[in-house]
């Protein structure tokens, strides 16, 4: 098995840019996907396959990899946005699959 | 509509069972790997097991193996999670959710989710 990690929280003022960071040995060799989640409903997946953004989900969700770290970026964020986010991944597999613990996004 | 509902939740003690479903509409449910995640009061998303489209194959997480068995009726539309030997740990909302790729090559993540149903552990 393995782990991501992310940070519990991040902060920023409306029209600013959000970076969100999920690491994890695993990221090197398989993609990370992100979901957002508010309060309440079921998770939103707004990043596939390190960068891809799913149709519907607003261009100012970007996503990038490095290594064995992957970045959310929400430029211009908006109070709309904030949200929990998770990243996650899995096995080449499919028969592991993990998620981060999360990061609670707050817009001040 | 494309959607995904739960049902089947509820209050159980420790050590009993419960049976969730998972009832698909607006896509063709045959086709999709489809999973079970679950999500622990305050706490973060935690995947519980997955089933291929033909319940080829099946997997769990290490949390629930032995316990928690997967399973689908492709003629029904309709994905199920049996728990037995239930803790208090499992207490969580259980999300349905399909995989998000439908062809090879595979993408193992979640595309659609159902608006999950509550499982409470406690005597």
């Known amino acids: 098995s393995y782990e991501l990690t992310q940070p519990p929280s991040v902060s920023v003022s409306p029209g600013q840019t959000a970076r969100i960071t999920c690491s994890g040995d695993?990221?090197?060799?398989?993609?990370a996907y992100w979901y957002q989640q508010k309060a309440g409903q079921a998770p939103v997946v707004v990043i596939y396959?390190?960068?891809e953004r799913p149709s519907g989900i607003p261009e100012r969700f970007s996503g990038s990899s490095s290594g064995t770290t992957v970045t959310l970026t929400i430029s211009g964020v908006q109070a709309e946005d904030e949200a929990d986010y998770y990243c996650?991944?899995?096995?080449?597999?499919?028969?592991?699959?993990?998620f981060g613990g999360g990061t609670k996004l707050t817009v001040l | 509509e494309v959607q995904l509902v739960e049902s089947g939740g509820g209050l159980v003690k420790p050590g009993g069972s419960l049976r969730l479903s998972c009832s698909a509409s607006?896509?063709?449910?045959?086709?999709?790997?489809m999973n079970w995640v679950r999500q622990a009061p305050g706490r973060g998303l935690e995947w519980v097991s997955a089933?291929?489209?033909?319940?080829?194959?099946?997997y769990y997480a290490d949390s629930v193996k032995g316990r928690f068995t997967i399973s689908r009726d492709n003629a029904k539309n309709s994905l199920y999670l049996q728990m037995n030997s239930l803790r208090a740990e499992d207490t969580a909302v259980y999300y349905c959710a399909r995989d998000g790729s439908v062809t090879s090559p595979f993408y193992w993540y979640f595309d659609l989710w159902g608006r999950g149903t509550l499982v409470t552990v406690s005597s």
């Open positions: 089933i291929s489209s033909s319940s080829s194959y099946i």
């Open positions: 996650q991944s899995a096995d080449s597999s499919g028969s592991y699959r993990v």
């Open positions: 396959k390190d960068s």
């Open positions: 695993a990221l090197s060799k398989q993609y």
């Open positions: 607006g896509f063709t449910f045959s086709s999709y790997y």
